[in-house]
């Protein structure tokens, strides 16, 4: 509501003697004058510029007379004050303007300005006027004086003899007797009234008392602590006709305050806490609405050491009471006590340095005008200041604190609350929260902007209507701030009312007389063009937008007339432009909802008025019509009680019993916030229901409302929206209270399921409070959030030195700054329906809610707060929420995450108790197994490992390190590693140094793989990973793995973990999946080369070359190599342009691509990064045997065949779109060719070559390969690598390391045979391979030799010419479907170094051996 903003203000009182320091600020009723009162001086300051204008100074002799003075009072017309003095006397003083046309201040403005001198009521507004004060009477009452109270034309005086004077402003008695308090009889209530007991005891008098104006009586304090209410019960005021009513319960009160509109009293205890009381209508008794009180769970040091309560004040327009007390501090709450500022804590009592400060002691306040501004006398104000010219003297300088505040524009025109928008007012500024839409930034303004086609309003045509971006959800503290004109602001200040137009681009305020707005999207302001009509209105009943117009109830001053005017926004500012109905009474509120607008009048009437766009000509116009007049001056006491009257579509029936469709919901009922009680009046639709024809809407017949019905009390706001979503019905339907202390409530409305028949004896809405952190000020209605602001403060006392003499105000205060928050209330919504057994209600409303960004967030604070409450709770709970959240939250598919997270975020001592009601977490484990969600089962294990032994969370881990395996989350996979090295640390903090001392529960079966070696010939496949457990005996090498092995102190763990990565790579190997292996090595840093040297025999061997070779295709996005049928009589043949072949060669080791960067001499890192970039985690068929029928064939990439003209080069090359060639190395290749007259077909062969060749990440991932396989020695993968990669080079490598080396027999022949069968399938199935094993022809032959067998020459016989084409078209056809998918998805890079230094040598010896001929010719000789 209100909100402290910047530092307070200083200002100097003339210089004095200490004994003139002011101690008492009372403001005149129209907060423009403030009397300060020092013991001897009386002195007016004006309010804008806060200046002194007169001071009147006591003559000594008369001041001993009269004694120091001590309280004033000032006349209703600012004419007159009274003060009242120490020895019983009422001062009178009569202030009277002087020096004609003479200002005290004046502004200057510069030459040429634009200011208009000549505009009525210049000067009143601009200058501080010249005043005079004189005293006139002198009233005797020979006692000391309590209490000063102006009521209407009369002073009341209250005197310590236990009095009642009644005086009038002349200063005379008009001769009626002083009330003696001993006659006013006092009871409990009005009802038992006569046998009310009288005071009495002789030495009763009133301490404090204000008036009420609403309530027609005084609130009162007695010296003995008691409180209570005076009413005349006749309109004559004496004795007899007084009756007093007092609570029975407060005995210590010090102070009140009253509030007219809300009719409250405020009393305030000498316990520091504020009790505010209202009078109940029917009895007449005094009934505590509620406390305002410190808790110690905010304020833990201070809550019960702040003295009595000094002060209470209510703001102007009684929307907050300020309160503070004997011993400092200051503290500001809403009307039904939500505490909003305290000065007790935080950045207010410590520095910076974390001392204490002393709080700031309050000796008088008072408001300024429209709560902007609060006068404070303060009793530190008095600090020792150094004067300039004499900086030896030190005097005593009083001073008066203001402090400024910026507001919510709820708390003047509360029509803004069907908005989804928060306004702040201050005194020339305004702060929003939707700037970010004013700069398009706002998520909602591109993603709605297609609808703007049509009507091109703006560049966010529907974004207010849609649920709002990210930025208005998450509350940060920069505002849009909006400068208020200062034009306007000269003549008009204060701003009274402000509004923005729902689509938050444009805002009116309203000052002292008419109007000015302002466009977000132009940055600019405009005023009325005519100053004088301008000052000729007066704004009463507060405006409103309705789409581009503005509507507002204001006083026409010329023709002294009540009127409702419509200005359009876009037109200029002019009476002209306007559309001005006439109005019988004052309108008090105003409020639009759809195309209607209701006010509410002085005369307690209702008037709803239909308003529809008109177009005049040229001129755009709104008109307006009565529709229909309700009055409620048979419910309403007091027009002035109104806090807010909206029309809404809620009803009690909730749609479905109304009989009308649902979009066409109309203004079915008026809220009325009466004093707090928050009064529904809806259409009675009992009477017969008449379809009218819709010919002519402006004469259709409302239907009347019945007798009002109170929904709740203690309402400060209320919020509804006029909009309809069918999907979100529980929400946008419901209606939306704030309460102050109490927190907010929701009016829900309750759906039967599927469109069922409600039952009967089901309410069809249901009131649930829940208290949020925040003060409520805007409700998202779709988004479920409720949007606030808080008070937040900056410290700056580091920046001035401590020993200063003057104690600057920066020190003393932190400077405040609003900040904008936000907050979810689903939660607390859901959990209220399921503690009444409306769990299909919540589950409705969830399901509405659950694609919002935050609803995880949602259910993982609802189970948060049940499991705090219930599991902590001391007396056990008869019927415990949790299972039934529990429930609920398995509803959903995130019901896992919840679960864990909010585990995760609380203690461990509760696990147990939301285990118990959720489910056993090894089972939890187990379901996210199931579902593949590994992050989340990794979060369980931690939970597990928690609550169970260790073996247990060993065995969950393991199979979650399995799982990631196979999947391919490496991060994840790291964790795993860590976490059971952990565990094995946290097991035995020392492991004993042999084996058989473990126990064997603990090394979970380790001792079994050390002390014996496993048959190798079994296959990993035998035991199935989800079975896995400890016990199982897999198939591993018989020696420990070295390094590891003898470095690490935690060797079994090791162990164990090396057992895990050898069975995954073998698996791998054995599923021939390279490229997985590749992948795995480099993520987890698997010491490849040393693993393979030892399965080289066994996992490493190759089984089946030709089923090998296709997964290697398959996996790298390779092509299998064609035969072009223009080959046949190719000129290739001949050798005549073999230099084709070479320009092409030079190109292509030219091309930064090929060379793979080796020479550069980058490092092993960076090109194991580049190995795995292309690597995901995909996802290939385990079933190797589906891979050999002919199905599979359409996924292996090949060529196009001829197609004639079409096919050119470019087309050939784009097929596989990383093809070597890219970009900008086309022109190169264009220059080559175009010295050559190259035929069509020679073209195309060559554009075949390229094609054969895969992506180019996936050469280098092969080279990397191939290079691994070539240390470790395992020849049979090398010869597999250097046939797809068709490089004769590498098979000649192969023989060169046969020859050198003793090569085992049994892999020499398992390559000779494996050769074999890739011929035969070649001859068979892929005659593209043909060529390159001609080609290499002769070193197989040397290998037969080495292995000394003949191989039978026919088995090499060329392919016949003829068959190449019927073979190779169908499948090239066949094909062609899947050749665009030559991209490769992009995986995860990381990993570390996989290639030792000697590594890098070889691979770069081998890199830098010119290619061959051969190897680009043997495709076409």
């Known amino acids: 509501m209100y909100f402290l903003s910047g530092w307070p203000k200083r200002l100097l009182c003339p210089l004095g003697s200490p004994a003139e320091a002011p101690f008492h600020v009372q403001s005149d009723p129209q907060k423009t004058f403030f009397a300060v009162l020092a013991p001897a001086r009386l002195s007016i300051w004006y309010s804008r510029p806060s200046v002194l204008i007169v001071t009147y100074k006591e003559p000594a002799k008369s001041s001993s007379q009269f004694g120091s003075y001590k309280q004033a009072e000032w006349r209703p017309d600012s004419t007159m004050i009274a003060v009242s003095t120490a020895n019983g006397y009422i001062l009178f003083f009569h202030i009277t303007s002087t020096r004609g046309d003479k200002y005290l201040y004046e502004p200057v403005y ?62 005379m008695t008009n001769g009626r ?138 703001s102007p327009d009684n929307s907050v009471v300020i309160v503070t007390w004997e011993y400092g501090g200051l503290s500001l709450w809403s009307v039904f006590g939500a505490q909003l500022i305290c000065t007790l804590g935080g950045d207010f009592a410590y520095r910076s340095d974390g001392t204490k400060k002393d709080p700031l002691k309050i000796n008088s306040m008072s408001w300024g005008a429209e709560g902007y501004h609060l006068w404070v006398i303060s009793r530190f104000g008095s600090q020792n200041t150094e004067i300039d010219s004499d900086p030896t003297t030190t005097v005593k300088q009083p001073s008066i604190l203001l402090f400024q505040f910026i507001k919510s524009v709820l708390t003047v025109n509360p029509c803004m609350s069907n908005q989804e928008q928060v306004l702040l007012q201050g005194e020339d500024r305004l702060y929003l929260n939707c700037g970010e839409a004013s700069q398009n930034q706002n998520p909602r303004s591109s993603s709605h902007s297609e609808h703007k086609s049509s009507q091109d309003k703006s560049p966010f045509a529907d974004g207010g209507l849609e649920s709002q971006g990210l930025s208005t959800l998450l509350g940060h503290r920069h505002w849009h701030v909006v400068q208020i004109s200062n034009t306007y602001l000269e003549t008009n200040w204060p701003i009274r009312f402000s509004a923005i137009d729902k689509l938050g681009q444009n805002i009116a305020v309203v000052g002292k007389f008419g109007f000015a707005h302002y466009s977000l999207l132009t940055k600019k302001w405009k005023l009325f063009g005519n100053i004088t009509q301008e000052q000729n209105m007066t704004v009463t009943g507060g405006l409103a937008w309705w789409n581009d117009f503005i509507v507002l109830a204001c006083y026409n001053i010329s023709d002294r007339q009540e009127e409702l005017r419509v200005y359009l926004r876009t037109s200029n500012l002019d009476n002209a432009f306007a559309h001005i109905t006439k109005a019988q009474a004052e309108t008090l509120l105003l409020s639009v909802f759809r195309d209607m607008v209701i006010v509410f009048r002085a005369d307690c009437s209702i008037c709803l008025y239909s308003i529809e766009r008109k177009s005049d000509g040229p001129n755009t116009m709104a008109g307006i019509q009565v529709l ?148 409520p000020l805007a409700v998202l209605f779709e988004d479920a959030l409720v949007l606030g602001a808080v008070n937040d403060t900056l410290l700056y006392d580091s920046l001035y030195t401590r020993n200063s003499a003057r104690e600057q105000l920066e020190v003393l205060f932190p400077f405040c700054v609003v900040e904008r928050t936000s907050q979810i209330y ?46 902590t709770s001391r007396e056990p709970i008869p019927d415990p929420l949790l299972p ?112 058989t001392a473990q126990e064997p529960s603990s090394s979970g079966g380790f001792e079994f793989f050390r002390n014996r070696s496993i048959s190798l010939s079994q296959s990993a496949e035998n035991v ?108 290739f043949k001949n050798g005549k342009y073999r230099t084709v072949g070479e320009q092409l060669l030079k190109c292509q080791s030219a091309d930064p691509f090929l060379n793979l960067e080796i020479d550069a001499g980058i ?108 240390e470790a020695g395992c020849l049979d993968w090398c010869t597999v690598i250097g046939l797809i990669l068709r490089e004769s080079a590498v098979i000649n490598q192969i ?120 190897t680009y010719d043997c495709s076409v000789s």
């Open 1163 to 1270: 490092s092993n890192v960076q090109r194991s990064q580049s190995w795995l970039g292309s690597i995901g985690p995909t996802h290939h068929e385990t079933d190797t045997a589906s891979s050999h029928g002919p199905q599979m064939q359409d996924a292996f990439l090949s060529p196009l065949s001829n197609k004639g003209d079409e096919c050119s080069i470019g087309s050939a090359t784009d097929l596989t779109e990383s093809s070597s060639m890219v970009d900008g190395d086309w022109t190169m290749v264009d220059e080559n060719f175009s010295t050559l007259s190259l035929t069509q077909s020679e073209l195309e062969h060559i554009s075949m070559e390229l094609a054969s060749k895969g992506p180019h990440k996936s050469q280098v991932q092969l080279r990397y390969l191939l290079h691994i396989f070539m």
């Open 177 to 314: 007797k002083a009330i003696n308090l001993c006659t006013v009889p006092f009871s409990v209530d009005l009802q038992s009234s006569r046998v009310g007991s009288f005071l009495g005891f002789a030495n009763v008098h009133i301490r404090d008392m204000e008036y009420c104006a609403t309530l027609d009586g005084f609130a009162v304090v007695f010296n003995d602590g008691k409180v209570g209410f005076i009413t005349p019960v006749s309109s004559r005021f004496t004795a007899e006709q007084l009756h007093g009513v007092w609570p029975q319960d407060v005995t210590d009160g010090t102070c009140v305050a009253v509030n007219n509109k809300y009719r409250l009293m405020a009393f305030g205890c000498t316990s520091g806490s504020v009790q505010v009381y209202t009078i109940d209508n029917t009895t007449g008794a005094m009934l505590l609405s509620h406390k305002l009180e410190l808790t110690a769970k905010q304020y833990p040091d201070i809550w019960n050491k702040t003295g009595a309560v000094k002060l209470v004040r209510w």
């Open 628 to 775: 229909q007049e309700v009055s409620m001056s048979r419910y309403i006491p007091h027009p002035f009680l109104v806090v807010s009257v909206t029309l809404t579509s809620v009803s009690t029936e909730n749609g479905i019993a109304l009989k009308i469709p649902q979009q066409a919901r109309d203004a079915e009922s008026i809220m009325l916030n009466l004093a707090g009680q928050l009064i529904m009046i809806q259409r009675d639709r009992s009477g017969p229901q008449v379809r009218e024809k819709d010919s002519n809407p402006n004469q259709r017949k409302l239907l009347p409302f019945c007798p009002p019905v109170v929904l709740a009390q203690s309402v400060e706001n209320v919020w509804t929206t006029c909009r309809a979503n069918k999907q979100k019905r529980h929400l946008l339907e419901a209606l939306w209270l704030s309460c102050g202390g109490a927190g907010m409530k929701v009016w829900l409305p309750l759906f039967p399921r599927d469109h069922r028949k409600p039952h009967s004896f089901l309410s069809q809405r249901i009131m649930l409070p829940f208290h949020i952190n925040i003060y």
């Open 110 to 171: 510069p030459k040429g300005s634009p200011q208009m001198k000549g505009t009525p009521h210049f000067k009143e507004e601009q200058c501080a006027p010249a005043l005079s004060l004189e005293m006139r009477k002198i009233l005797d009452l020979q006692a000391s004086i309590m209490s000063l109270q102006s009521v209407l034309e009369d002073l009341l005086v209250a005197t310590s003899d236990g009095l009642l004077h009644l005086i009038h402003w002349e200063g």
């Open 1024 to 1131: 199935p990973a989800s079975k896995f457990s400890l016990q199982k005996t897999l198939s591993m090498p018989s020696g420990p793995s070295g390094k590891r092995w003898s470095k690490d102190s935690d060797c079994a763990e090791n162990m164990y973990i090396d057992m895990m990565l050898w069975r995954h790579a073998r698996r791998l190997l054995e599923e021939v999946r390279l490229k997985d292996l590749g992948c795995f090595a480099a993520q987890l840093g698997f010491e490849l080369i040393s693993w393979l040297c030892k399965e080289r025999t066994r996992a490493a061997r190759v089984d089946n070359f030709v089923l090998a070779l296709k997964r290697l295709h398959k996996d790298f996005l390779w092509p299998l190599p064609i035969i072009p049928a223009s080959s046949i009589s190719s000129p």
């Open 826 to 871: 689903l939660h607390h919504i859901l959990r209220q329906l399921l503690v009444r057994n409306l769990g299909e209600q919540a589950l409705l409303l969830a399901q509405s809610c659950a694609a919002l960004p935050y609803f995880p967030h949602v259910l993982e604070l609802m189970l948060h707060e049940v499991l705090e409450e219930e599991a």
């Open 884 to 995: 039934t959240v529990a429930k609920f939250i398995t509803e959903f598919p995130l019901f896992l995450q919840t679960v864990v997270h909010c585990a995760r975020k609380t203690e461990y001592a509760l696990w147990n108790y939301l285990f118990a009601a959720v489910g056993n977490p090894k089972d939890l484990f187990e379901e996210c197994l199931m579902a593949q969600d590994l992050d989340t089962a990794a979060s369980y294990l931690i939970i597990l490992q928690n609550m169970e032994v260790p073996a247990v969370s060993r065995q969950h881990a393991t199979l979650l390190f399995n799982t990631a395996l196979e999947q391919g989350k490496w991060d994840l996979c790291r964790h795993m590693i860590r976490f059971l090295k952990a565990i094995g640390s946290g097991e035995s903090e020392t492991p004993p140094s042999t084996p």
């Open 1295 to 1414: 023989l060169v390391i046969i020859q050198s080396s003793e090569v085992d027999g049994e892999m020499l022949q398992n390559i000779k045979t494996g050769l074999h069968a890739v011929d035969r399938w070649a001859s068979t199935d892929c005659p593209g391979y043909k060529p390159f094993l001609n080609v290499i022809k002769p070193q197989l032959q040397k290998l037969s030799e080495i292995t000394e067998e003949q191989i039978q020459p026919e088995a090499f016989q060329p392919v016949i010419v003829g068959k190449t084409p019927e073979q190779n078209s169908p499948r090239a056809e066949e094909s062609r479907g899947s050749l665009g998918h030559g991209s490769i998805p992009q995986g995860e890079v990381g990993g570390g170094s996989m290639v030792s230094r000697k590594e890098e040598d070889t691979i770069r010896a081998e890199e830098e051996e010119p290619f061959q001929d051969g």
